[in-house]
């Protein structure tokens, strides 16, 4: 199951020397925490799409939006 994980965070991942490595889960978790704070503390208003599915989100995504709301009943 890691390997797996590590696999599907290491897309885009660039560190020193420019090679793409591998992204722990904590890393990915890490970075988009630090992202999705920094989108928050800006001065500017953020607008945040939202839906019912992670479909919606990855539509969101490529449609340009930096975050979404998945809502649950």
């Known amino acids: 199951m890691a390997s797996s994980v590590k696999a599907r965070y290491s897309v885009g991942n660039k560190r020193s020397g420019g090679s793409a490595v591998p992204e722990t889960y904590q890393e990915a978790v890490r ?43």
């Open 31 to 73: 970075r988009k925490r630090r992202q999705f704070r920094e989108i928050l503390n800006r001065d500017k208003m953020t607008v945040m799409v939202g839906g019912f599915s992670p479909v919606y989100a990855r539509c969101s995504e490529e449609a340009g939006f930096e975050c979404f709301f998945v809502a649950g009943s």
